[in-house]
């Protein structure tokens, strides 16, 4: 007689996470010293501190300053800012041009940008392998006029972020002016979050060495080129491209022969979307077309795509999805439970998943509508976050949790203030899920009862080895997760 199947079982109960902070950039790793080891013996500590006090002659020599320049480079990389590091210029004569020997510049909330661009024009200052700058509420002309110096200097990372208040994410945010991408040819990467302030992309440029590209809250303004400037021909190179929050993008070609990962997170007004890349990996693509009027068009050619997440609208009329048959992780949107048989939206996640006769590793994710304490309502206005939005912000940090997911994910924005009682149950609509091995279900159930949901889903998962269970119960009215 056969032995049955083993079932790895993990559950996972999420409570609170706080929403992460934007803080100062974190300093580079300081190895750890352990402390000596004690002896007790009646109560008193054998080993003693050593005198470290300088005595007789050596008492006014200066140990430190002695060093090599690369071990005060070292000591000076350490102290987090370029501004804290210049100040050490008041310790002696050997200081004073320490600093400008930095390979790694990092500007965190600087006075103005005129201290950038000092810093980056000092004569006969080496190459740098990372600029760091984090400006406040700055202007597009700030920005525009160190960022070339940058350019010259530069060999190795670029990142800049502007701060700025907080603002609804469906909200547009216009900055006057714009920023010109200046030829970045021997940045390794690039990650800019410029605040929705506006960026030109260089006419002509080759960005040989680059590998990693992260664009966020960036806004194109007239005929957006961007496809181009990722494809091979201008970027050789390119393994990462991550672009959220991007407006002004309304058609993205993108050809690439080197292309690994690629991340498309709410492109605002994306009418058209075409990836031919041979050896992509890793694909997701979050809130790109949902909230377009028209039917947004994708073609997408990816022989060699392990991971894919589709958050998003999908009609097999006009997503066209190519050969996919190394495709090992699936991430579909959110099956919602409760809800309209006409709605359609389970009816778009059901085709997806019918497309794929067998997974490897398959993440689902079960949704239900938030009750109102005193009259079983979900009460959500227009101006806060709204259901889907809670469960994006949900998913998107319990995602992290299992071994099997690659990306995290985001979803569509719905209104729900019907009665629970006038919801239709919609699980009866999946009949048939893909052959998966391991299993994440996600539930959000929000005070109702899941146990039926969930069995629907597992008895159509019949052959799996590994089942993990994430619960989220609910979250409070400003989106924090409980």
């Not at 200081?95 to 103005?112: H, K, M, Q, S, V």
């Not at 579909?332 to 490897?360: A, K, M």
């Not at 998966?436 to 279900?441: E, G, K, P, Q």
């Not at 629907?456 to 998962?461: A, D, E, F, P, S």
Request: charged share 20%.
């Amino acid at each position: 007689m056969a032995r049955p199947k083993r079932l790895d079982l993990q559950i996972y109960h999420c409570t609170c996470v706080e929403p992460l902070q934007k803080s100062s950039p974190k300093s580079l790793p300081v190895p750890h010293c352990s402390p000596p080891s004690t002896a007790r013996s009646g109560g008193e500590v054998a080993a003693k501190r050593t005198n470290l006090s300088p005595s007789g002659a050596d008492a006014g020599e200066d140990r430190l300053s002695a060093l090599p320049d690369d071990i005060l480079v070292l000591i000076l990389l350490r102290l987090r800012t370029i501004a804290a590091a210049a100040r050490t210029c008041v310790l002696s004569r050997r200081w004073r041009r320490i600093w400008t020997l930095l390979p790694e510049l990092t500007f965190y909330l600087a006075p103005d940008y005129h201290h950038i661009r000092e810093v980056l024009a000092a004569p006969e200052a080496p190459a740098l392998r990372r600029i760091f700058v984090v400006t406040k509420d700055d202007a597009p002309n700030s920005v525009a006029v160190w960022l070339p110096l940058a350019a010259r200097r530069l060999s190795g990372v670029l990142q800049y972020g502007n701060l700025q208040e907080e603002h609804e994410e469906e909200e547009e945010v216009v900055v006057d002016g714009a920023i010109p991408l200046p030829c970045l040819g021997n940045a390794t990467a690039i990650v800019l979050d410029l605040g929705y302030s506006a960026l030109t992309l260089p006419s002509s440029c080759t960005f040989t060495r680059l590998t990693e590209l992260h664009l966020e809250r960036v806004r194109f303004q007239g005929t957006c080129e961007l496809g181009h400037i990722v494809s091979s021909l201008q970027c050789p190179c390119l393994r990462k491209l991550h672009i959220r929050q991007v407006r002004g993008v309304a058609k993205l070609t993108v050809h690439s022969e080197s292309l690994l990962e690629m991340e498309l997170w709410r492109l605002y007004g994306l009418q058209q979307l075409n990836i031919d890349a041979p050896v992509l990996n890793k694909l997701a693509l979050r809130r790109c077309f949902v909230q377009n009027q028209e039917q947004a068009i994708a073609n997408i050619s990816a022989p060699q795509l392990l991971s894919l997440t589709w958050i998003d609208a999908y009609d097999p009329s006009y997503v066209h999805l190519g050969s996919l048959g190394q495709l090992q992780q699936l991430r579909p949107d959110l099956i919602v439970v409760y809800g309209n048989h006409h709605s359609g939206r389970n009816h778009e996640v059901l085709w997806l998943l019918q497309r794929f006769q067998v997974i490897h590793s398959l993440g689902i994710a079960l949704g239900y509508p938030q009750l109102s304490p005193h009259s079983f309502f979900c009460v959500i206005t227009p101006s806060k976050r709204t259901f889907f939005s809670y469960i994006s912000m949900w998913w998107a940090k319990s995602a992290r949790i299992s071994e099997h997911n690659m990306v995290n994910v985001g979803f569509d924005s719905y209104q729900i203030k019907e009665d629970i009682g006038n919801f239709q149950y919609l699980m009866e609509d999946m009949t048939l899920l893909p052959h998966a091995t391991f299993l994440t279900l996600y539930v959000m159930n929000k005070g109702h009862g899941f146990g039926a949901s969930s069995f629907h889903v597992l008895r159509l998962c019949t052959g799996i080895i590994k089942l993990s269970l994430v619960l989220r119960p609910t979250c409070d009215s400003k989106g924090s997760l409980m």
